[in-house]
């Protein structure tokens, strides 16, 4: 019997609903999973051992052979929660370059798979909710989405930039630029750290500094809205450097909203105009 920690072969058979792979693996133990993955050349038609007991995988594709560490398993489902630690075959061929940091942030789970093959996991799975509605694929696979919230934290060199939560965590991650944001966002998010070069961050942890996050959204006509979700009522000083957001290219209108509360949501009630529209 599988436990938590042991290092099992799965053939990833189907993605949950956000994208997880779904694998099938048998009982397995450490040095076995070592043994098949070192020894076995596996086709893509392949099964490792026995299809016994379900796991799920992020970061993985339908077709493929993982080698994967066992986490925990579902009180209410029996199937395990797992992470991959090497892919041994592909179900597809990856696609690289896309984003440098893909892995770690974890918001694009699909973003280094070959647009066909994503295509073809969504018009199976809208022909088996609707028959026959149709389908039709995006016309652009990157540079799509005209709104993002992104976090306030240290770069590398210890000044305030944006960025987002790392995967299944609150660790920030510093990101210039996202593959999937159309261009005037991409752009603005390399403008604004000269703009709040000088407005402490919020630190979760110990509840100090002021600028918690970023949010912009962007017309079809490059027009953009920036919100600054700040953790107390700015004074002047701060309303001045965060109104400078309005002198960017693109940038119609700057709003403050203010959140001081702890827990997991991004913004709070309360919310007014800096500079422009709102």
Not at 13 to 20: F, H, K, N, S
Not at 147 to 159: A, E, F, H, L
Not at 216 to 227: D, F, I, Q, R, Y
Not at 255 to 262: A, G, R, S, V
Request: proline residues 6%.
């Amino acid at each position: 019997m599988a436990s938590v920690g042991d290092r099992i072969i799965a053939r990833i058979v189907d993605l949950t609903p956000e994208w997880e792979g779904v694998g099938l693996f048998g009982a397995v133990g450490t040095k076995e999973a070592h043994d098949v993955a070192d020894s076995v050349v596996m086709e893509k038609s392949q099964s490792p051992q026995n299809d016994g007991e379900m796991v799920r995988v992020p970061g993985v594709w339908p077709g493929d052979i993982v080698e994967c560490a066992l986490l925990a398993r579902s009180r209410h489902h029996g199937h395990w929660f797992g992470r991959a630690m090497r892919v041994v075959a592909h179900g597809v061929t990856r696609e690289k370059g896309v984003c440098p940091v893909q892995a770690a942030c974890g918001g694009c789970a699909a973003l280094t798979i070959p647009y066909e093959a994503q295509v073809a996991q969504k018009r199976a799975r809208l022909e088996a909710l609707f028959p026959g509605a149709g389908f039709v694929a995006a016309p652009q696979p990157l540079r799509y989405r005209n709104k993002v919230k992104w976090i306030v934290g240290p770069g590398s060199d210890g000044r305030p930039t944006v960025g987002f939560y790392r995967h299944d965590s609150h660790r920030f991650l510093p990101v210039s630029d996202c593959a999937v944001l159309v261009l005037a966002l991409a752009r603005l998010a390399r403008q604004l750290p000269e703009v709040i070069a000088d407005v402490p961050p919020y630190n979760e942890a110990d509840q100090t500094g002021l600028l918690r996050a970023i949010l912009a959204k962007c017309t079809s006509s490059g027009e953009m809205l920036v919100t600054f979700v700040v953790a107390a009522r700015p004074d002047t000083d701060m309303v001045d450097r965060l109104s400078a957001a309005g002198t960017l290219e693109g940038v119609a209108g700057v709003t403050c909203n203010l959140h001081p509360d702890t827990g997991n949501r991004l913004t709070g009630h309360e919310e007014w105009t800096l500079v422009g529209a709102d």
